[in-house]
Nanobody, 121 residues
Framework: LVQVVESGGGLVQAGGSLTLSCTAS????????MGWFRQAPGKEREGVAC???????YYADSVKGRFTISRSNAKNTMYLQMNSLKPEDTAMYYC???????????????WGRGTQVTVSS
């Protein structure tokens, strides 16, 4: 059983910071990618930032320079440091972990339930 659990969401003022965490368990082997996705009401889910086992990263243009993705030494826990938050960042943030990845290096499955991030103006 693969489990992916996110935490760290909350309400923050525009310009503030927040750090999300995600821990994956149950993946039999190493070499899986992890990533953060977000979805606002009425919009499609989009990849925010992803990190492969090698440490290679991807950032959506909208968050470059503001968000930083990282992974623990054991590589089972992933973090998203979000700075200079904007109201447009408001969304449900989902974590994913999978051996499969897309063209950006973002994982293809094993989703968490999500953690809400709300940025007020």
């Amino acid at each position: 059983l693969v489990q992916v659990v996110e935490s760290g969401g909350g309400l923050v003022q525009a310009g503030g910071s927040l750090t999300l965490s995600c821990t994956a368990s149950g993946l039999t082997f190493d070499d899986y990618a992890m990533g953060w996705f977000r979805q606002a009401p009425g919009k499609e889910r989009e990849g925010v930032a992803c990190i492969r086992w090698s440490g290679s990263t991807y950032y959506a243009d909208s968050v470059k320079g503001r968000f930083t993705i990282s992974r623990s030494n054991a590589k089972n826990t992933m973090y998203l440091q979000m700075n200079s938050l904007k109201p447009e960042d408001t969304a449900m943030y989902y974590c994913a972990a999978d051996y499969a990845y897309n063209e950006f290096g973002c994982p293809g499955g094993h989703w968490g339930r999500g953690t809400q991030v709300t940025v007020s103006s």
